[in-house]
């Protein structure tokens, strides 16, 4: 390592305030400016069919500022992903040359013949500002638990440092390069396969993009349909031709069924989690007993349209960290779910067909207060049935379906004994805000140095311990079962049949490999 690299990396704590302030000052109204002009005649690429997407011109389509999917999915052919994580969880990066970590440090080395859309080359100044853009930014900085700040060395050196030693970090950095100092544009200059036209009513190919020649479009139009009328009647005719479907939502649009969909899991968890003011749910036995109680498959396949991939961890499933044999042990099976609250000392004690909870050597009674947001699909069907199920046994659960308001209310406030939630969990699998005691998403009060610990040791791993370190955390975990993981999101990216093929969406980027796609 450069002497010079290593100075930095003594001062760079020193000086790291001074980072976080230059780009966290009061933010002027942003400006409409222009989309860089493309000047001369574009190369042709063998396919040069149309293609459209929607947009919404009143919307910023600056990846840090964007509101609407729409923009943000136009966003994905502009700006380039520091790193891409597909759909197997497999890291990749079109941008980062090398990588190498010590302690609390990475070291980036980027590839600076790319060039930019104004014509300029990629410098690691550009890595760093998008970092600093995304870190302050609602929509990207809940996957910064461990960052602490970044820096360049030179046009070719990223160097970024974190609070505690994390070789997971590259999987949180699947964020957008903009342009340094462009922060406030509505169009920022990027380095992804296309850039904006001229008049700002399309996308085209961008020339000195390196996998310009097979690139499937040269021009794609933005289109403007507001209403969901008119959004799914332009899918349906033509003018649109790919959208992103979220069918566990409430907005959830209908399409028609002579289209072609591929899906793509995103880390938005659903699980159950538990107040540790409650007696009975306290114990982690009693939670272990309830994994049983829970048919993942249905929920993510029957109740969730399929759309949803079943979990028993805070662990992408199709990752090769995720174990199979730790997820076959917590199985459907409510003979093991009866077996394991005997265990836990939860019995029949008074032959009535209900299980008591022993307090002082006395029989109590069990009502646990379940409580749901209504106004996500299909959550309110997986609660009442892992309610039924429980019943089955004697352990009766009472699930209370509210509206976002009420249930927020509820949540903060600690009315409830069980809750089932929804959050976007980092890409390093980092849900320590969970169990810290001001953590923003213990909302159950667990605390737990335990489980604090074999993350930190799971981040901490190397290549060759990686697997071992994360069966550990996946065992303590389900042994103690702080939450009851449920399944991961999945969203439909929806095509006409025979359009195109090659297309292998993930979550970040649904052009993933665009310059694969091929058109029939």
Same mark, same amino acid.
């Given at each position: ?67 609407? &999917? ?111 100092? &462009? ?228 949540? &903060? ?18 849900? &320590? ?88």
């Amino acid at each position: 390592m450069k002497k010079d690299t290593l100075f930095i990396f003594l001062i760079i704590t020193v000086i790291l305030s001074i980072i976080f302030l230059s780009g966290c000052g009061e933010e002027k109204e942003a400006e409409i400016t222009p989309p860089p002009k493309v000047e001369g005649e574009s190369k042709k690429s063998d396919a040069g069919s149309s293609f459209a997407l929607n947009s919404n011109k009143s919307d910023s389509f600056n990846p840090y500022q964007a509101q609407t &999917q729409e923009n943000r999915l136009v966003g994905q052919l502009v700006y380039e992903n520091i790193f891409e994580v597909d759909e197997n969880y497999n890291l990749s990066s079109n941008v980062v040359l090398e990588k190498e970590t010590r302690d609390n440090m990475w070291i980036f080395k980027i590839d600076t013949s790319i060039k930019m859309h104004d014509g300029s080359n990629l410098t690691a100044k550009d890595l760093t500002y998008s970092l600093s853009q995304a870190f302050g930014s609602r929509r990207f900085n809940g996957r910064f638990n461990t960052y602490q700040g970044a820096m360049a060395s030179g046009d070719d050196t990223l160097i970024v440092s974190t609070t505690k030693p994390n070789k997971m970090l590259p999987y949180v950095l699947n964020v957008p390069i903009i342009k340094a100092g &462009q922060a406030k544009e509505i169009t920022p200059i990027g380095c992804g396969p296309y850039m904006f036209s001229e008049d700002g009513n399309s996308l085209v190919a961008f020339d000195e993009y390196k996998k310009r020649d097979t690139l499937p479009f040269d021009i794609i139009e933005l289109k403007e349909y507001e209403t969901i009328e008119e959004r799914i009647d332009a899918f349906e005719d033509g003018e649109v031709n790919l959208v992103v479907n979220d069918r566990t939502g409430k907005n959830s649009l209908g399409y028609g069924g002579k289209n072609e969909i591929r899906y793509f899991t995103t880390l938005n968890l659903h699980y159950f989690g538990f107040n540790m003011a409650d007696e009975f749910v306290s114990k982690p036995g009693v939670r272990y007993a309830m994994q049983f109680a829970l048919n993942r498959e249905e929920a993510a396949k029957v109740f969730l349209n399929n759309n949803a991939l079943p979990t028993v961890a805070a662990v992408h499933p199709r990752s090769e960290l995720y174990s199979q044999d730790l997820a076959r042990s917590v199985n459907y099976n409510m003979d093991s779910c009866l077996t394991s609250f005997n265990n836990a000392g939860v019995t029949d004690a008074d032959n009535d067909g209900k299980l008591e909870n022993m307090m002082y050597g006395i029989p109590v009674e069990i009502n646990v207060d379940l409580i749901v947001c209504a106004d996500g699909a299909g959550k309110g069907d997986i609660a009442r049935k892992f309610a039924k199920e429980l019943s089955t046994i004697g352990v009766t659960v009472s699930v209370r379906e509210l509206s976002w308001q009420d249930y927020n209310t509820a949540l &903060q406030e600690g009315e409830f004994d069980m809750y089932y939630a929804e959050v976007r969990i980092p890409g390093d699998f980092n849900i &320590q805000n969970m169990f810290e005691e001001e953590g923003s998403l213990n909302f159950g009060k667990i605390l737990d140095d335990e489980l604090i610990y074999v993350i930190d040791d799971f981040l901490a791993a190397g290549d060759d311990t990686r697997a071992d370190k994360c069966y550990n955390m996946m065992n303590v975990f389900l042994n103690k079962s702080p939450i009851i993981p449920i399944c991961f999101e999945r969203r439909e990216l929806i095509m006409h049949r025979n359009f195109v093929t090659g297309v292998d969406p993930c979550d970040g980027n649904v052009f993933f490999g665009v310059a694969n796609w091929r058109i029939h």
